[in-house]
């Protein structure tokens, strides 16, 4: 702790920076076993600020996932709203410590897990060139409360982002890739089951950095 | 051979006359000019005698010393040395700076002449260049000859007081200096002056002065720098050459995304449906194409910003050092010093 204290008084201060952003998604979700295959997409956005060492991004999305096409037919649609928010502080030039809130809620409530969770994690983004960025993210996964019980002792996000601006640096090209998987176990007559819970999502879109 | 030996010492003791025909020519004294003609003549004798009742008659101090001159000339001519020193000292008191032509006149002349330079005792030569120096630091040279050992007291007078430049025994060439202070310690104020050297030896004492106009005004102060001579800034970014890393970079994270999300798929849910993760694995890749095709950002560079920082630290210290100098300069008074005509006399 000490050690990251001094490396964040040693880095130096960025600039201060609000970005904003749209775009649409593509998402994959499945859960308990391979059959409950559920595939979608649907608008997003996202802002995010940066001060100093100190970062904040707020993510939305409401997905439309329709059964897979391998699925059994009984299977039924439902939408999705998901909200993140992360926090994060520099530690080195690259390196982002992150703390995050996750909350997913279904509609139709029984068609999926709604879910909430904490989530606590790294980024590493890395400039490539002026207006260029790449950004690998991993966090672990905490806390999750299932709407329909159990938990999970072992969760996992995993990330990567990219960004580039054609002209000028303020509008950019973005896409981001978060994968996500909550070992869920539930307990059904005394006996424990596994119910795990993974969704991948691809946000493509614009955004316009202040 | 003995008439051309007498013609020849003529015409040797005739040059002098004629050296100075044309001055005397233009005088208006009919007697110095019969004087002078009579010396022409190669005659001596009637040379004297009218050489003599000229400088009895009122002339100029130029005229005078003229008179005795080629009273003291006839006197050589005749052989006369004793007399024709006393007629030498006479006209060089009356114009101590004459000098006589060693290669045009006789020998007999010129050592009568030397005779009567080393009995006198005046100041030849008293000369100030016209000069501007700072009072106090600077100093402007007074130089003159005096012909005999004597205590010489040199002063400067005039609107802004009197100082005393120097007093002291001298002989032969004298060489001082004033250093833009009057007595009071400070620069003179603007007005003539008057430089007076007084020279003394026993019973006989000389003096010559010389006027001077000074004008005091401000010192110029030094401008403050820019920049240092041959010291430029470097730039303290540069632009690193193109390089394949970022695409590298863009492909190793795509591969660890891509990598890391096979690796944590659950088996119990099965495989496929990697659309997004290629989706966005491909736009990461094409972002690192772009990239590398991009002009890369300028990056600090260290060694350029650590000399620059160094020319600054010198040049705020050369600009601090001529601030200090300035208000030194504001403090101190140029003083503009220009000789007018000279003139001496004996006390």
Redesign the interface.
């Known amino acids: 702790m000490v050690l990251v204290a001094a490396v964040v008084r040693t880095t130096p201060a960025p600039a201060q920076h609000l970005t904003a952003g749209a775009g649409y998604a593509l998402s994959d979700y499945r859960e308990q076993a391979d059959f409950l295959h559920f595939r979608g997409s649907g608008p997003t956005g996202f802002v995010s600020a940066e001060r100093g060492r100190v970062s904040l991004r707020v993510e939305a999305a409401h997905l439309n996932l329709d059964p897979a096409s391998d699925g059994p037919a009984t299977l039924e649609s439902f939408t999705v709203d998901q909200i993140s928010v992360r926090a994060g502080v520099r530690a080195v030039s690259f390196v982002i410590i992150e703390a995050g809130y996750l909350k997913r809620s279904t509609a139709p409530g029984r068609a999926a897990q709604s879910y909430s969770a904490a989530t606590l994690g790294v980024r590493a983004a890395y400039p490539l060139a002026p207006g260029a960025d790449v950004a690998l993210r991993t966090a672990y996964v905490a806390g999750t409360d299932f709407s329909g019980g159990g938990s999970a002792p072992f969760g996992i996000e995993l990330g990567l982002s990219a960004s580039y601006a054609p002209g000028s640096s303020r509008l950019r090209l973005t896409g981001d890739f978060d994968f996500q998987r909550i070992d869920r176990r539930t307990d059904q007559n005394g006996a424990r089951l596994s119910v795990p819970i993974q969704s991948s999502m691809a946000r493509m879109g614009v955004a316009v950095k202040f | 051979m003995m008439r051309f030996l007498r013609v020849l010492c003529a015409v040797a003791l005739a040059l002098p006359a004629a050296a100075t025909h044309s001055s005397l020519a233009a005088q208006s004294n009919s007697t110095l000019r019969r004087a002078n003609q009579a010396y022409n003549s190669l005659a001596y004798a009637e040379a004297i005698t009218l050489a003599r009742k000229a400088a009895r008659e009122r002339l100029t101090p130029e005229d005078q010393a003229r008179a005795y001159e080629l009273l003291a000339f006839s006197y050589a001519s005749l052989d006369s040395t004793r007399q024709a020193t006393e007629a030498f000292k006479q006209a060089l008191l009356l114009n101590p700076d004459r000098e006589l032509d060693a290669t045009r006149i006789s020998p007999k002349i010129t050592s009568a002449f030397a005779l009567a330079l080393a009995q006198v005792l005046v100041l030849r030569d008293l000369r100030m260049d016209t000069a501007e120096f700072i009072a106090g630091s600077g100093a402007i040279p007074i130089r003159f000859t005096v012909s005999r050992t004597a205590r010489l007291r040199t002063r400067l007078i005039g609107p802004g007081g009197e100082i005393t430049v120097d007093s002291a025994l001298g002989e032969g060439n004298v060489r001082l200096a004033w250093n833009g202070l009057m007595s009071h310690g400070r620069p003179p104020v603007r007005g003539n002056y008057r430089l007076i050297v007084e020279a003394s030896a026993g019973r006989d004492s000389y003096a010559a002065s010389l006027p001077l106009r000074i004008d005091p005004g401000e010192v110029d102060t030094l401008p403050h720098l820019t920049k240092l001579e041959g010291y430029d800034l470097l730039p303290e970014t540069v632009v690193p050459p193109r390089s394949w890393?970022?695409v590298g970079?863009?492909l190793m994270?795509?591969s660890?995304?891509l990598g890391?999300?096979l690796a944590?798929?659950?088996s119990?849910?099965?495989g496929?449906?990697r659309?997004?993760?290629l989706?966005?694995?491909a736009?990461?890749a094409?972002?690192?194409v772009?990239?590398?095709l991009?002009?890369?950002?300028p990056v600090p560079a260290r060694a350029n910003i650590l000399y620059n920082s160094l020319v600054r630290e010198q040049l705020a210290r050369r600009n601090a050092e001529i601030a200090a100098a300035n208000v030194l300069r504001r403090r101190q008074v140029k003083l503009a010093v220009v000789p007018q005509s000279r003139t001496g006399r004996k006390s």
């Open positions: 890393k970022p970079l863009a994270a795509t660890v995304a890391g999300s944590l798929e659950s119990k849910l099965g496929g449906g659309r997004e993760i989706t966005i694995g736009g990461t094409l972002v690192g772009l990239a590398t991009k002009k890369p950002a």
